[in-house]
C-alpha cells in the first residue's frame, strides 16, 4: 500500500491527537536515520538525508555533520494520520546525557532503537534507565536488520535481561541481513513487504514458509500479554487465544504503565519498518491527556495543573540556544494557552517577560505560530533571561514546575584566550556557552587564576571549545588545570625567638615573640583561638609580659603567614602554633610591630620545621560490571587509589577508593574504554594527603 501522504499531512487539534516523545539510543543505533525517515513518510520533508552525508535535518550543527554523531538534542513536528507528533532527536554518546536528561523531563513517550547486531549497548541501557526515573513509557525499535549477523531474537533477549522489562514483540522478520525484505505483523498476521527503495509497501498474506511460525510467535505474544493484562488473561482463559482487538488495547495500556514494551523491528537506512512504527507510535504511545496532571509547588502547596487549553498557563524551559541574533528559547507547555505579545512570569526569578514570536521548530528551521497550547512543543523568542530549567506561567496564577537536575560534571579544563585583547570577548563566549548547556560550569580558580570549564566528559569539552572557536572566532589555549597544592607542618619547633627592631626617627618599631610550631590533628582543637580544622593559635604568656591586644596582633602576624609556605608558596594548614613568651618597650611597642614580628617568625619557624606537601584528594566510587572489575583495580592502583571497600549489586560492582584530584584527569575516558562504557563514576572532596617524597627536611 502506498502512503497516503495527503492524509498524513493532516493536523488536528484536540490534544488525544498530539503525541510528545524522543528517540533514544546507544550512538551509532540509527536515531537520527530513524528521525530523517520519520520527516520524509510523514511528508514534513521532500529528500531523505544521510548521517555520513551530513544532510540530515536534525544533525544541523557543523560539528554534527563533521563528527557524525547527534550532540544537541534538535526538536522537530510533523503529522501522521491525522496526529501531530513532536519529535526530539536525543545525542546517543554518554557525554551527553544531559541533554537526554532535560529532553526526558518534557516527553509523554519515547522510541528506544537497538542495534540488531550489538543490542542493548551501555548508553542504550543508561538512557533506559534515565526514562525509568521520569516514567516515560517507550517502545522500542530493533534496527539494522538488514547487517550481517543481526539477529532479533539475540536482542529480544538482552532487552529483557539487560533492561529487566518484558519485550512483546509483535512482529516477525521476513529474510535475514540483505535479504530483510518486510515484516510480519503478529497482531493482524499480516505480511508487510517493502519494495526496493521502501518508498511503499504491500500488504500480503504471510508466506508460507512463516505461518507456521508466526503462529507460534503469535501463541507467545498472547501468552506474554495474558500474564500482565487482565481483560486479555480473561479472554485467553475462555478461548485459548486473544483477538486482534483485545490484544492492542492490551498493548497500549501495558505500554502506558510500563508493565511491558512493544518490540518492532526493521531497517531505517532502507527506509523498512517505519510506517508500523508510527502507526505504534500513535496507538500504544500516551497523549498529553493519557499522562497525569503537572505538578507545581505554590510555596509550600503542591499544585496540579491539567493539560487543558482553557486552564491558567504553565510550561517549563528545556533548552536555550544563545545566537548573536537572540535567544531561542525552547519551551513544553503543559498547561494553558500563550499568545505572541503575551506576558509572562517566570516564577523562579520572579521576573515578568514578554513573548515576541511563537515558533514550530523544524530542528534549525521554524515557522511562526500564533498560539501554543498544553501539549505543544514550540519555541519562543523574546524572552531575555529565562534559563533552562525555569517555569513560565500566567503572573495572575503562579507556579513553580521541578526543573530537570543538571548532573555534576567529572572532567575539568583550563581555558584561556591567547590574545590578551580577547579576555572580554572569551568570557562573553563562556557565559552564553553555560547558558545554552547548564551540564557546563565556568568558574575562576581562587588560587591559581585559571579559568575552568568542567563537563560531563573530555568529548563534551573538546565540542564545547570548539564551538567558541568557530562561533566566536576566537583563539583559545586549553590545558590541564592546576592542581591547588596545601603545605603541613610534619614536625615542628619549639622555642623560636623573633625580634622585631624597627628605629627610622620618630617613634620606632619593638616586638619581641617566642614561638612553638607543632601538627595539628584532624579535628584537634584543645582551646586555642581561632580553631578553623587548618590553623590554630593560642597564647601561654604569663604575667601581662605581651598584653592582650598585641596577642591578637601576634595571631594576625601569623595567619598573613599561613598564604605562603616554604616549600612551593602554597597555602599552610595544620599547624598550631603557641606564643610561649616575649617583650614590649614602653614606647616603640604596637599592634602593627607585633603583627609583622608574628609573620616574619612563623616564616622562620616554618623553614627551621620539616614541612610536607599535599595534595587534593577525591573519594571514587565506581560502578563497573563484574567482568570489569580487575582491570578498574589495576587502573586506580596505577593512579595512587587507595580502595576502601567494594561490594556485588546485582551483576555489578561498587568500588570505593580514595585517589588524588591530579590523576583523575582523563579518568572518565579511561574507565569507559576498559568498561566498554558500562563503568561510571562519581567523586567527592575529601580533604588533602601528602603527596608522594614531599617532605622537607628541618633546616
Given amino acids: 500500500m502506498a502512503v497516503r501522504t495527503e492524509l498524513h499531512r493532516r493536523s488536528t487539534s484536540p490534544l488525544t491527537h498530539v503525541r510528545n516523545l524522543g528517540i533514544l539510543a546507544h550512538v551509532d543505533a540509527g536515531k537520527t536515520t530513524v ?50 507528533i513532536n519529535l526530539i532527536d536525543t545525542p546517543g554518546h554518554v557525554d551527553f546525557s544531559d541533554e537526554v536528561e532535560r529532553s526526558l523531563r518534557v516527553l509523554d513517550g519515547a522510541i528506544a532503537v537497538f542495534d540488531a547486531v550489538a543490542g542493548v549497548e551501555p548508553q542504550s541501557e543508561s538512557v533506559w534507565r534515565q526514562a525509568d526515573r521520569h516514567g516515560v513509557p517507550r517502545i522500542a525499535f530493533v534496527n539494522k536488520l538488514d547487517r550481517a549477523g543481526a539477529d532479533l531474537d539475540t536482542a529480544v533477549a538482552s532487552i529483557r535481561d539487560r533492561l529487566h522489562t518484558v519485550p512483546l514483540v509483535v512482529q516477525l522478520p521476513i529474510g535475514s541481513e540483505d535479504g530483510f525484505t518486510g515484516v510480519v505483523d503478529l497482531v493482524r498476521m499480516r505480511a508487510l513487504v517493502w519494495a526496493d527503495g ?21 501463541r507467545l505474544l498472547d501468552e506474554a500479554v495474558a500474564e500482565l493484562h487482565p481483560a486479555a488473561l480473561e479472554e485467553f482463559c475462555v478461548r485459548s487465544s486473544v483477538s486482534e482487538p483485545t490484544l492492542t488495547t492490551a498493548l ?11 518490540v518492532l523491528c526493521g531497517s531505517a537506512y532502507r527506509n523498512r519498518g517505519i510506517e508500523p512504527l508510527l502507526d505504534a ?18 510555596g509550600d502547596a503542591v499544585q496540579e495543573r491539567p493539560a487543558d487549553p482553557a486552564a491558567p498557563f504553565a510550561a ?50 521554524h515557522s511562526d505560530v500564533d498560539t501554543a497550547v498544553a501539549g505543544d512543543i514550540v519555541a519562543v523568542i523574546g524572552l531575555k533571561a529565562a534559563r533552562a530549567g525555569a517555569t513560565l506561567c500566567a503572573p495572575a496564577s503562579p507556579l513553580v514546575l ?21 579576555t ?17 560550569t565556568v568558574r575562576t580558580d581562587p588560587e591559581t587564576g585559571q579559568t575552568v570549564l568542567s563537563g560531563m566528559g573530555e568529548l563534551h569539552l573538546e565540542v564545547a571549545v570548539e564551538k567558541i572557536r568557530r562561533a566566536h ?4 589555549g586549553v590545558g590541564r588545570p592546576q592542581v591547588a597544592y596545601r603545605e603541613t607542618v610534619a614536625r615542628g619547633v619549639s622555642g623560636l625567638v623573633y625580634r622585631h627592631v624597627k628605629q627610622d626617627g620618630g617613634a620606632g618599631q619593638f616586638a619581641h615573640v617566642v614561638l612553638d610550631t607543632e601538627p595539628l590533628e584532624e579535628g584537634g582543637d584543645d582551646g586555642g583561638s581561632g580553631g578553623d580544622g587548618g590553623f590554630v593559635f593560642r597564647s601561654t604568656v604569663v604575667g601581662g609580659r605581651v598584653p592582650q591586644e598585641y596577642v591578637r596582633a601576634v595571631e594576625a602576624g601569623c595567619r598573613d603567614a599561613l598564604a605562603e609556605g616554604p616549600l612551593g608558596g602554597h597555602p599552610v594548614t595544620g599547624v598550631r602554633v603557641t606564643l610561649t613568651d616575649g617583650a614590649t618597650h614602653s614606647k616603640d611597642s604596637s599592634e602593627m610591630a607585633f603583627r609583622t614580628a608574628g609573620r616574619f617568625a612563623l616564616r622562620e619557624a616554618l623553614r627551621a620545621g620539616a614541612m610536607v606537601l599535599l595534595e587534593p584528594v577525591a573519594e571514587v566510587t565506581v560502578t563497573v560490571p563484574d567482568d570489569a572489575v580487575g582491570g578498574v583495580l589495576g587502573d586506580l592502583a596505577a593512579r595512587r587509589g587507595r580502595v576502601s571497600g567494594s561490594t556485588a549489586r546485582a551483576g555489578t560492582a561498587v568500588i570505593t577508593a580514595t585517589v588524588p584530584l591530579a590523576e583523575l584527569f582523563g579518568y572518565a575516558t579511561r574507565l569507559r574504554s576498559r568498561t566498554r562504557g558500562r563503568g561510571t563514576f562519581t567523586t567527592r572532596p575529601t580533604g588533602y594527603a601528602p603527596a608522594p617524597d614531599s617532605v622537607s627536611p628541618a633546616r
Fill in 402 to 422: 521541578e526543573p530537570p537536575s543538571p548532573a555534576d560534571p567529572v572532567v575539568s579544563v583550563a581555558v584561556e584566550a591567547r590574545r590578551s585583547t580577547d
Fill in 316 to 365: 517549563l524551559v528545556f533548552k536555550v540556544n544563545s545566537t548573536a541574533t537572540g535567544r531561542l528559547t525552547c519551551l513544553r507547555v503543559y498547561s494553558g494557552t500563550v499568545r505572541k505579545g503575551d506576558t509572562v512570569l517566570d516564577a523562579g526569578a520572579r521576573r515578568h517577560e514578554r513573548v515576541g514570536r511563537i515558533l514550530r521548530v523544524q530542528a534549525d528551521r
Fill in 281 to 298: 507510535v500513535v496507538s500504544c504511545l500516551p497523549s498529553p491527556l493519557d499522562v497525569p496532571p503537572v505538578r507545581g509547588t505554590l
Fill in 35 to 84: 528521525t530523517e525517515r520519520i520527516l520524509y513518510l510523514t511528508g514534513a520533508v521532500h529528500k531523505r538525508g544521510e548521517v555520513h552525508d551530513g544532510t540530515t535535518v536534525t544533525d544541523f550543527d557543523p560539528q554534527e555533520r563533521d563528527r557524525g554523531i547527534t550532540i544537541s538534542a534538535a526538536a522537530v513536528s510533523c503529522a501522521w494520520d491525522g496526529h501531530r
Fill in 252 to 262: 497500549r495500556d501495558l505500554t502506558r504503565t510500563g508493565e511491558g514494551v512493544v
Fill in 198 to 218: 521502501g518508498d511503499t509497501f504491500q500488504e500480503e498474506e504471510v508466506p508460507d514458509g512463516l505461518r507456521e511460525e508466526a503462529r507460534r510467535r503469535r
Fill in 473 to 476: 572566532e576566537l583563539e583559545i
Fill in 424 to 440: 572580554e570577548r572569551l568570557v562573553t563566549a563562556l557565559a552564553r556557552l553555560v547558558e545554552e548547556d547548564p551540564s557546563l
